[in-house]
């Protein structure tokens, strides 16, 4: 863990958050902290990560849930999470002692202390500097939000799929957009294009 970044949560659960929450594919580098969702899905770079996904199986994967916000009610989650107009998610967040961290706000975050503490040392920095200096992905990201339970960005299955459960009916009803649940299987995490390498 370096300085309230665990690397490899990032690079596995943020990994939780790229391609289809957004409706991207991962070929388009979507971003370099996004796993993808627990629906799986199947592309090229999947395959070829096939020795590593039966190398690493395992039943205790880490999930997350990650959810878009309608944009006037992002803006006002990223400067006031206890907004009134929060309330109906805020309450199903507190019974579960979870909290709402913008993705952008998190790629930001991530890049300042890499540039405070070595790059050397944060292997998605050159990856999540170009995702956050992007307008387009910029605009994306702002309404994206990560669900961290006890302040963990990745979290047990049980966790997760209570987080989902009580969401989804907020789903669609104008105030959450989307919602996505995410693994830390890393035959499921897209892996930064060979120029951030």
Not at 49 to 60: N, P, T, V, W, Y
Not at 95 to 124: I, M, R, S, W
Not at 153 to 173: F, H, R, T, W
């Amino acid at each position: 863990m370096i300085r309230g970044f665990d690397t490899n949560a990032l690079i596995a659960s943020c990994i939780v958050i790229p391609g289809v929450i957004l409706g991207e594919s991962l070929l388009t580098e979507a971003d370099p902290h996004q796993p993808m969702d627990s629906t799986g899905g199947s592309t090229p770079q999947m395959a070829s990560r096939e020795s590593l996904r039966k190398s690493a199986m395992s039943d205790e994967w880490q999930y997350q849930i990650r959810i878009n916000l309608n944009e006037g009610t992002a803006e006002a989650a990223r400067r006031d999470p206890a907004n009134h107009a929060l309330k109906p998610v805020t309450d199903i967040l507190t019974k579960h002692n979870a909290a709402l961290k913008c993705q952008f706000d998190a790629f930001a975050d991530y890049v300042a202390e890499a540039e405070k503490q070595g790059t050397e040392k944060f292997p998605l920095y050159k990856w999540t500097k170009a995702t956050i200096e992007n307008p387009a992905k910029k605009e994306k990201y702002v309404k994206t939000f990560t669900l961290r339970v006890g302040g963990e960005e990745v979290y047990a299955k049980e966790i997760a799929d209570a987080l989902e459960s009580e969401l989804q009916p907020l789903v669609g009803g104008g105030l959450v957009t989307q919602m996505a649940k995410f693994n830390t299987n890393p035959a499921s995490n897209p892996q930064p294009p060979a120029r951030f390498r």
